[in-house]
């Protein structure tokens, strides 16, 4: 299969024929000017540059509202949150959390309606359509848990893989049997969609979502659709190509396991963050002669923190409002360096 690419009256046309069957498919784009960084009045500030672990996404204040008829549903309530550039996280949440809301800001498919949110050196808050167009095209790629949102069937992986860098007039057929073969599927890359496994179908989209180099990796619940098994390996490519790449991986999910597999993950509870977890690595046993004792290894947990938002507000977990019969006040001491939570004198107990 060969692509062929045609403008005309302000579209770009690619046009892939298949030498094998004669059959035809056409895609047409929007043109737009690749020339908006550092201009003022852009939302992206070209002298920004980040290293490996500094503060990559900050979202401050976030609100999001929507309007459903003559009601307003607030998806995000004043949300905090900073994630370090080349980190490997997860936004974990219940359905109706804010969690998705969340991802669609971020990969500019959405704006907030209040507050700020930059990613990298762009300011998420200013985007202008065109400006839109760019981030999304060379700045993040997203990795979706409908496989269909993901491939398009007709194609094989590799063209797949190579339709995003045509599209961004960056083709390199090397770099995309590079991404398929860092995740795996070097000899499956000339396979189509009905050809491949679902978790190999998630892997060929993640090498689609890195096609164009992004400096940022979103993945909504990648692996809702999948076994435990190919669950765990898309999970381990993740963390492959953040390492080879230095890309940041932000991954909304609602499952719980899904925390073992991360460096750190936040939870999210009616529009705000309220915990942070962060894994910690305890050091295997050793004995007196500072050798390991048997079959002692080193073990991965996390550290669970409260978080306090800008205005110095946390939420207290609802289990804990529930043994205390806490409703909608609480009284706070201090003592001894530590800050006490408790019931109202008149709760019953």
């Not at 895609?27 to 690749?34: E, K, Q």
């Not at 309007?67 to 370090?84: H, N, P, R």
């Not at 190579?162 to 991404?179: F, V």
């Not at 004792?293 to 991965?300: I, L």
Request: charged letters at 25%; one cysteine or more.
């Amino acid at each position: 299969m060969s692509a062929k690419l045609r403008r005309s009256q302000g579209q770009t046309q690619f046009r892939f024929v298949d030498t094998t069957k004669k059959s035809r498919a056409r895609l047409s784009l929007p043109r737009v000017s690749l020339r908006l960084g550092g201009k003022r009045g852009s939302a992206k500030d070209s002298d920004l540059v980040f290293a490996q672990g500094d503060d990559y996404i900050i979202c401050e204040n976030l609100v999001k509202i929507y309007q459903i008829a003559d009601i307003e549903v607030f998806a995000l309530q004043g949300l905090d949150m900073v994630i370090k550039k080349g980190e490997l996280m997860a936004i974990i949440g219940a359905s109706g959390s804010g969690k998705s809301t969340l991802l669609n800001i971020l990969g500019g498919l959405d704006s907030p309606t209040g507050g700020r949110v930059t990613v990298g050196a762009w300011n998420l808050s200013k985007l202008t359509s065109a400006e839109a167009v760019i981030y999304k095209r060379q700045v993040v790629g997203f990795v979706w848990q409908n496989v269909t949102r993901n491939l398009i069937p007709y194609l094989t992986a590799l063209e797949n893989v190579e339709l995003p860098m045509i599209i961004n007039g960056t083709y390199d057929r090397a770099w995309a049997e590079e991404l398929l073969d860092a995740v795996g599927l070097k000899d499956r890359m000339r396979h189509k969609l009905q050809e491949l496994s679902g978790g190999q179908q998630q892997r060929v989209a993640i090498a689609i979502a890195l096609a164009n180099k992004p400096e940022l990796l979103l993945a909504d619940e990648p692996t809702g659709a999948l076994d435990r098994a190919s669950g765990r390996i898309v999970l381990d490519v993740f963390r492959k190509v953040r390492d080879l790449y230095g890309v940041t991986v932000v991954i909304v999910t609602h499952d719980m396991s899904m925390a073992s597999a991360v460096d750190r993950y936040v939870r999210i509870r009616d529009g705000k963050i309220s915990s942070e977890s962060v894994r910690r690595v305890v050091e295997a046993q050793v004995d007196e002669n500072g050798e390991q004792v048997e079959n002692a290894e080193a073990e991965e947990t996390h550290d669970e923190y409260t978080v306090l938002d800008s205005a110095g507000r946390l939420q207290v977990p609802p289990e804990f409002r529930e043994a205390l019969n806490i409703q909608n006040r609480v009284r706070l001491h201090l003592e001894d360096g530590k800050i006490v939570i408790l019931p109202p004198e008149d709760s019953a107990s």
